[in-house]
Structures are given as structure tokens and as C-alpha cells.
């Protein structure tokens, strides 16, 4: 009888979550990678790097001590390794991280500028404006201490002149939260083509954050 662990779901779970970054559209060819991580193991997996999505298999995920970095495989982690690391290093209540180049998003984070709670769909979702942090060098841990730096309460963050990290309880809920930015920053580009783009009163983002947060869907009864 197979018996199936915790890091075999998981590697289910973030190879689901690597294919469908080219399916939402949020990568072309090889530019994202999804991971998630496992507090009982203290191991995350992550996508190999330079591996077509559609060949990707959830034996291939690289599997990493999050303490160390150390990791034993034929196959190299995505160079975004050092980045995921340290925000499951410094986020200790995050179980998914995903980082993405999709076009609408990239651009905000192309000229610099945040994402305002100008939408009902980003209060919602974000609770707050997603940020755009300055650019910062690739190098060690500048990313991931630029994230950390700039973050809002929103589980997302544009890098500038670089791209979208997101991140969430689970590798899901960061693949949610990064088509989520992407959804969203396509709609307000459209709109700045129209008028002028103005955020939501903050009551009105928290009214709306709670019911999407707390009611929305269907939940277990206590």
C-alpha cells in the first residue's frame, strides 16, 4: 500500500501550481517558478531550473533544506532559490511563494508604480495597495530584503524593472494572489486609457476585504 507524505503532496501541489503560470498566462518560456514549503520537515520544493513547464514533473521539484540551502539533486533549483528562501525565512507563517514576469504587472513595476485599491477585486483580494519597490541588484539577499522593506499587507509585491513576487498559506493561494495581480493591473491600465484611477476610502477596502476574507465561499461550521 502506497503511503503518501506531506512532501509528496506537496511536491503535487507546487508542480500544479508551476504548470499553470504559462496556462493563466503570467510566464512565457521559462520566466517563473512556484515553491512551497513544509514547517514539519522544515524542506521546501521549487522548480528546476531551465525546465519547460510542460515536461515538469513533481518527482523533478527540487527538494531544499530551508535552514541551510543545502539540497541533493541532479537537477538545480531556479536561480530565484535564494530569493524564496529568505522569505520563508522571514515570513515564518507563508507555505507558497511564486515569482512571475506577466506583462501587465512587470509594466507597472517597469515605471515604478504601486498598484492602488482603486477596484473592489483588490480590496478583496490584496487589502491594501500592492507595492513597487525599487530595483535592486539580483545578488544574495537584496530581493528578498527589498520585499520584506516595502511590503504592505497585501500578499504581493512588484519588484521594479524586474517582475511580481507573490505569496500565501499555501502554493495555491500564491498562484491565486499572483493571477490575481495580473488580472488586475490588465484592468487598470485599461482604465487609465479612459479616466482618471482613484482608490476606494480605506473603510470601504475593509468592509470589502472582511466579506471577501470571511464570508465569501463555503467554510466549515466550527
Not at 533544506?65 to 541532479?74: F, K
Not at 513595476?109 to 492602488?116: E, L, M, V
Not at 530581493?143 to 520584506?148: F, H, T
Not at 482618471?196 to 472582511?210: A, G, T
Request: hydrophobic fraction near 35%.
Amino acid at each position: 500500500m502506497r503511503v503518501v507524505t506531506r512532501l509528496q503532496n506537496l511536491r503535487e501541489e507546487v508542480c500544479y501550481a508551476n504548470q499553470s503560470l504559462p496556462v493563466l498566462g503570467l510566464v512565457v518560456m521559462h520566466s517563473g517558478n512556484a515553491s512551497g514549503y513544509d514547517p514539519d520537515s522544515k524542506k521546501m520544493v521549487i522548480k528546476p531550473s531551465g525546465i519547460d513547464y510542460d515536461r515538469l514533473t513533481p518527482d523533478m521539484l527540487v527538494e531544499v533544506d530551508v535552514a541551510t540551502g543545502q539540497y541533493e539533486s541532479s537537477l538545480r533549483p531556479s536561480v530565484d532559490l535564494p530569493h524564496h528562501l529568505f522569505l520563508y525565512r522571514n515570513l515564518p507563517t507563508i507555505r507558497g511563494v511564486v515569482h512571475t514576469h506577466s506583462n501587465h504587472a512587470t509594466a507597472f513595476a517597469a515605471c515604478g508604480q504601486s498598484i492602488p485599491v482603486c477596484l473592489t477585486a483588490i480590496a478583496d483580494e490584496f487589502g491594501d495597495a500592492i507595492p513597487c519597490a525599487p530595483y535592486v541588484s539580483n545578488e544574495g539577499d537584496s530581493i528578498g530584503q527589498s520585499i520584506i522593506q516595502y511590503k504592505t499587507n497585501a500578499p504581493a509585491i512588484l519588484l521594479g524593472k524586474h517582475g511580481v513576487f507573490s505569496w500565501g498559506n499555501s502554493p495555491t493561494a500564491a498562484l491565486k494572489s499572483a493571477a490575481m495581480v495580473e488580472d488586475v493591473a490588465k484592468t487598470i491600465i485599461l482604465a487609465k486609457q479612459i479616466g482618471k484611477v482613484e482608490s476606494l476610502p480605506p473603510e470601504q477596502i475593509s468592509l470589502w476585504n472582511d466579506r471577501y476574507q470571511n464570508r465569501y465561499g463555503q467554510r466549515k461550521s466550527a
